[in-house]
């Protein structure tokens, strides 16, 4: 369900919740994973993912196409799929 390039990166990623689609992207997966300490939500995956997308980030408007396509944190919906 998610795809993220790897980072070498020791630093911590900006806070999602300050408009950064990488941070935003980065905690969809997470939570899809449940990964981190974060509880695995489909639901909060799809609310993150979302915002990364609506932000431009391709591979989350990649991973929403495929967890609207799959019907993960929500109903499935073609047309919204389509979109992404």
């Given at each position: ?24 992207a ?7 994973f ?11 995956a ?6 990364a ?20 944190g ?11």
């Amino acid at each position: 369900m998610c795809v993220m390039p790897h980072t070498t990166s020791t630093l911590p990623p900006p806070h999602p919740s300050g408009g950064h689609a990488v941070a935003a992207a980065m905690v969809g997966c997470m939570h899809g994973f449940g990964g981190l300490g974060l509880p695995r939500s489909r639901r909060h995956a799809l609310k993150w993912t979302a915002e990364a997308a609506e932000r431009g980030h391709a591979d989350a408007m990649f991973n929403l196409g495929v967890m609207y396509c799959r019907g993960l944190g929500t109903g499935s919906d073609l047309a919204r799929a389509a979109k992404w």
